[in-house]
């Protein structure tokens, strides 16, 4: 927190308790804040949703330069979020698994990551999305060096690589989608007790 005192971080789940370790007592309050805290949202569906809220969105898609969109985040109670770092399910890894069934493929389909990183690539002229962790250390060298700012060289080159992280995500469920035979994925679940 050297680099910026004033910087809020907002995580969930598994990822805000390993920050929370990381930063102690002290730092969890000034610094961390839980997404359903900072919604106002509990997280809900056993945790599926999470980060698919109004204020996330309008976070990272304001353009802070438009005075309407300035008057939105007032109106909301919303902040201006200016990085997204993303590490999405681990769809690949699971259906890559010795006998995996379709229901564990689908319970691994990321549905709010893909939609925070596609959203902050979009705003790459105000936010950064970042999606691969061998990024993390060049981007802190980044950071140290321009005080805590990234240029739009480098929100470009992570949108782009955001955007193709993504395509690749998607196509790997379709890909494993067509390769299921439509008449077996009923007996997988319990039909007709919704």
Not at 35 to 45: F, K, L, R
Not at 79 to 101: H, K
Request: proline share 5%; aromatic share 8%; no cysteine.
């Amino acid at each position: 927190m050297t680099m910026n005192p004033d910087i809020r971080l907002y995580s969930t789940g598994g990822t805000y308790t390993r920050i929370a370790e990381i930063l102690g007592a002290v730092g969890t309050a000034r610094h961390l804040m839980q997404v359903s805290d900072y919604t106002g949202q509990p997280e809900t569906q056993g945790g599926l949703v999470k980060t698919l809220d109004f204020k996330i969105y309008l976070g990272l898609l304001t353009e802070t330069y438009n005075e309407a969109h300035r008057a939105d985040l007032v109106r909301t109670k919303a902040i201006p979020i200016d990085m997204v770092v993303v590490n999405l399910y681990p769809f690949v890894a699971t259906v890559t698994r010795e006998g995996v069934t379709v229901e564990e493929a689908r319970a691994n389909i990321d549905i709010g990551g893909p939609a925070m990183i596609r959203a902050a690539a979009k705003n790459y002229l105000r936010v950064a999305a970042v999606v691969d962790p061998a990024d993390y250390a060049p981007l802190l060298s980044k950071l140290r060096a321009n005080r805590g700012a990234l240029d739009l060289q480098t929100r470009f080159e992570f949108a782009r690589k955001a955007f193709a992280h993504t395509a690749s995500y998607d196509a790997a469920i379709s890909a494993y989608l067509s390769t299921q035979d439509p008449a077996d994925v009923p007996g997988v679940y319990e039909m007709g007790k919704e």
